[in-house]
């Protein structure tokens, strides 16, 4: 079974930092893309960034590009979101994700940000104060 739990949320004044951790389980890490959402009070879920290939392919939303850092450490199953000179506007949930590559549904869960595609886990709160 596909499991995910994200951590590392808090709070933060902006222009801080925050690691937010992404433990993985029940499947081949190789076999698919894991992605970080977030969903900030009273807006829509979106992407921020992406991983697959094991670590070789990445992708960041305009917003948090130069600024988050995706990685991963597929020995141990984890994935990481380093998060940099925060804003305001990042505050929101942020959530892990992961779908199997040759899913039909991967365009609709990276950029839709579908919840009816792939495997989710519990969100992790993160609170920017100016």
């Known amino acids: 079974e596909v499991q995910l739990q994200a951590s590392g949320g808090g709070s933060v004044q902006a222009g801080g930092s925050l690691r937010l951790s992404c433990a993985a389980s029940?499947?081949?890490?190789?076999?698919?893309?894991i992605a970080w959402f977030r969903q900030a009070p009273g807006k829509e879920r979106e992407g921020v960034a992406s991983i697959s290939s094991g670590g070789s392919n990445t992708g960041y939303a305009d917003s948090v590009k130069g600024r988050f850092t995706i990685s991963s450490d597929n020995g141990k199953n984890m994935v990481y979101l380093q998060m940099n000179s925060l804003k305001p506007e990042d505050t929101a949930v942020y959530y892990c994700?992961?779908?199997?590559?040759?899913?039909?549904?991967?365009?609709?869960?990276?950029?839709?940000?579908?919840?009816?595609?792939?495997?989710w886990g519990q969100g992790t709160l993160v609170t920017v104060s100016s």
């Open positions: 029940g499947f081949i890490f190789d076999d698919y893309a």
């Open positions: 994700s992961a779908i199997r590559l040759d899913d039909p549904g991967l365009s609709q869960w990276l950029v839709l940000a579908r919840t009816d595609f792939g495997s």
